[in-house]
């Protein structure tokens, strides 16, 4: 049985870019991995694989976005590709055709004779500086398609008035939307100009969906973009609330993605013909469905992950001999299940250092830490951090600040609008307020980072202690197959016995909430269970902590430390009260293949995208003919590739499998963030 040691390793990125643009993303993301967040400072430190060398590869991940590619595992537990484009609009009739250069000179017809007089200028000019609004000038005079104003509006009152104001000066032909951050964008009011006849080519799609319902399914390919990031992206382009766009799990932008989505009262018709114009994602596999897709909806992902640059650590053992035992290891035996650095952030300062004080309601405190002159930050904000730390001065310190640093720009917005006290300071009261600006499922990520934290710096604990062994007090999920009959039927006794005093409800919600119970003795004499049943707890106050007491005294030390009581986990502010979940402890690596690569240069193709595998089978005259995904690369190549395709469960994070096996603290690996698989 494998061992668990503690191990500090060290590690060298390379950066071996084709082009200067791949090359300069690629170099920028090492920097920004160089003096930040390292593992033993979220509580990563142990190693579960050892092979009887005990040596290990360095190597280089995500040298290019193409090295790491993701597709999620559905529910039925199919592997999701992109396996065609939708659906092909047919060939036009000489009437459809007239119809649309008719409603096409109609359109330019308007948008010429569109204008905003001096006295709507006036009236703009209560919200609005001059050249925010010649852009909304020039979308009603040169037809462009939409603007976005970048000024923040907190006052809902004050946003309704402008939507009103610009109904009023264009004649309802322009239409706005305000963004999650409460800004505006402008765009042509499609509904004003749609004329009834063009129906007639609104439908020149066939297709085998059958009846319309209220949500379609699609999955979306894409290469180097945020899952978020391309929700937005479809929203502006159908003009709906990005809230209109749902899927199972967020994958990351540095990798080439494969997952389900969907959308809300949109036909195949509309949203098919999206792919002619975006940019780094396709959408296919279209279907009809009564329900969205929804968070969880998944098994798992699957992976293929190239690392490229390979060399065994010891020159005396060959890259196959370091490596294979090692992969047989995560096999067989897995790796501890920690949360990944990505959930810490990319920062100087950890995410749950900020969480850490926004538990204990040091809002200040959380306010300056999260503006911080910092070693590890998104350039751009370095100049407006530093006005900040010299001057508290949010008024000169905002104008400096990206929007893009969603947190910063928030927190400093309200603090620009809050008075300072008597002795020249902001009160508690303004530092919450800012704090409460910031976008929610930003600001609530804090607080769940710290429950992370103190979850990985347990299980180190738990695994020093006790190893692989099941101890008596471990904790194991109540829906765990082995005692699901003795949950049920503990479940139905607590019914009958509640039956007459009517609290039968609130009794289920009690069993629910449950969820783990503690292993006994005998059980563990029993052997009944092994270490991939044991859970522990994120500290919440809906959870049970493991009864073993040198466990259960590591929760306490460890927050106890930082001001905090895993029993007293509720707050007055609400989303700033932590429930708690249970995690595995150790997860293990299904369906586990690996090659071994020579090649020369970076551009050397290895594997094939999914997207690439399409078009290939669309060219070949015999579509039944075998693509290989996995190339072959250059026999007599100079440099050595490991190809690992792999399969993970939900909520597990890759870089955690690949520490067993790469030298060095995963926040290095390449500069590689944001592995999780979700």
């Known amino acids: 049985m494998a061992e668990v040691a503690s191990a500090k390793r060290g590690h060298e990125g390379t950066v071996d870019g084709v082009n200067a643009k791949r090359q300069r993303v690629d170099a920028e993301s090492l920097e920004e991995s ?85 006295e709507d200028k006036g009236k703009l000019r209560e919200y609005f500086d001059d050249s925010q609004i010649e852009e909304i000038s020039s979308l009603m005079r040169d037809g462009k398609k939409t603007v976005e104003i970048n000024k923040v509006f907190d006052d809902k009152e004050i946003r309704t008035k402008i939507h009103q104001l610009i109904r009023e000066i264009s004649s309802n032909r322009i239409e706005s939307v305000t963004t999650s951050t409460n800004s505006f964008i402008f765009g042509h009011n499609a509904n004003k100009s749609r004329r009834r006849k063009n129906n007639k080519v609104a439908t020149n799609i066939d297709h085998d969906l059958g ?13 180097n973009k945020e899952t978020m990031e ?28 494969v997952q389900r989505m969907s959308l809300e009262r949109f036909t195949v018709e509309r949203v098919t013909t999206l792919n002619k114009a975006l940019k780094g994602c396709k959408l296919g596999s279209f279907e009809y469905k009564d329900q969205p897709i929804k968070l969880g909806d998944l098994k798992g992902n699957e992976f293929i992950i190239t690392i490229k640059d390979v060399e065994s650590v010891d020159p005396n053992v060959s890259i196959e001999d370091a490596i294979v035992p090692i992969l047989n290891s995560l096999r067989d035996v897995g790796f501890i299940n920690y949360y990944g650095m990505q959930r810490f952030g990319t920062f100087s300062i950890s995410t749950h250092e900020i969480g850490k004080e926004i538990l204990n309601s040091n809002w200040g405190k959380a306010c300056e830490l999260i503006l911080s002159e910092q070693k590890i930050a998104i350039p751009g904000s370095i100049e407006a951090r530093k006005i900040w730390s010299e001057t508290k001065d949010p008024s000169a310190a905002i104008k400096k600040m990206p929007r893009k640093c969603n947190a910063e720009y928030s927190v400093l917005s309200r603090l620009d609008r809050s008075d300072k006290g008597e002795d020249g300071e902001f009160s508690e009261g303004a530092y919450f307020n800012a704090i409460m600006g ?63 005093d009517g609290n039968i409800i609130q009794d ?48 306490v030390e460890v927050m106890g430390r930082d001001g905090l009581d895993p029993f007293n986990m509720t707050r007055k502010v609400r989303e700033f009260s932590l429930s708690g979940s249970y995690r595995h402890i150790v997860s293990k690596v299904n369906h586990l293949e690996y090659y071994f690569r020579k090649y020369n240069q970076v551009t050397d193709q290895l594997v094939r995208t999914d ?18 995904q996995i190339l072959d690369g250059v026999p007599d190549g100079g440099k050595t590739a490991v190809i690992l395709k792999l399969q993970l469960g939900v909520s597990t994070y890759a870089t955690m499998a690949l520490r067993e ?15 999780k698989t979700a």
């Open 34 to 118: 160089v003096g930040g967040v390292t593992e033993v400072d979220v509580g990563i430190t142990e190693f579960l694989c050892h092979s009887q060398s005990n040596v290990r590869i360095r190597g280089t991940l995500k040298q290019r976005y193409t090295d790491f590619m993701v597709n999620e595992i559905g529910t039925d537990g199919r592997v999701i590709h992109l396996t065609d484009l939708g659906f092909k609009a047919k060939e036009l009739t000489a009437e459809e055709k007239e119809i649309i250069a008719e409603q096409e000179r109609e359109a330019r017809e308007r948008e010429a004779n569109l204008s905003i007089s001096d």
């Open 211 to 223: 009846e319309r319902k209220n949500f379609l399914h699609f999955n979306l390919y894409k290469e």
């Open 230 to 257: 391309v929700a937005s992206i479809l929203s502006k382009f159908l003009k709906a609330q990005v809230k209109a766009v749902k899927y199972a799990g967020t994958k990351d932008r540095r990798g080439c993605t």
């Open 438 to 500: 910031i976008p929610r499922n930003l600001r609530i990520m804090y607080g769940h980072s710290y429950q992370s934290y103190v979850w990985n710096t347990v299980v180190s604990k738990r695994m020093q202690l006790f190893g692989l062994k099941v101890v008596a007090g471990d904790l194991v999920l109540c829906n765990n197959p082995k005692i699901m009959d003795e949950y049920k039927q503990d479940l139905e006794t607590k019914m009958i016995d509640h039956e007459e």
């Open 508 to 555: 289920i919600k009690e069993v629910h909430g449950l969820r783990a119970r503690p292993i006994t003795q005998e059980e563990v004499d029993a052997n009944k269970f092994d270490i991939y049943d044991v859970v522990l707890p994120t500290p919440g106050f809906d959870v049970v902590y493991p009864e073993n007491e040198q466990l259960r005294n590591v929760y």
């Open 611 to 628: 997207l690439e595998m399409l078009q290939l089978r669309e060219q070949s005259p015999d579509k039944a003919v075998e693509i290989k």
């Open 661 to 675: 096996l790469l030298e060095g603290d995963t926040s290095r690996f390449g500069g590689v963030v944001n592995l």
